[in-house]
């Protein structure tokens, strides 16, 4: 809910952190794609998808978040 909050300051910190850890469309397309294409003789029950750590929490130390 980065809409939520009404403080500048928040808001603005909370803008740059949705940029750093956001998944971009192509990685969200590519595993939808990965979906859709399995063998149907196979089923997927499930995809988590989320941002790589390690490079996610590089940039929260290059901007002084952490």
């Given at each position: 809910?980065?809409?939520?909050?009404?403080?500048?300051?928040?808001k603005s910190?909370?803008?740059?952190?949705?940029?750093?850890?956001?998944?971009?469309?192509?990685c969200i397309a590519?595993?939808?794609?990965?979906?859709?294409?399995?063998?149907?003789?196979?089923?997927?029950?499930?995809?988590?998808?989320?941002?790589?750590?390690?490079?996610?929490?590089?940039?929260?130390?290059?901007?002084?978040?952490?």
């Open positions: 809910m980065p809409n939520a909050n009404t403080d500048e300051d928040i910190g909370t803008d740059q952190l949705y940029e750093i850890i956001a998944i971009c469309a192509e590519e595993t939808i794609a990965f979906a859709i294409y399995t063998p149907a003789d196979s089923t997927m029950n499930e995809i988590l998808l989320r941002p790589n750590c390690s490079s996610s929490l590089k940039n929260l130390y290059h901007i002084g978040v952490m």
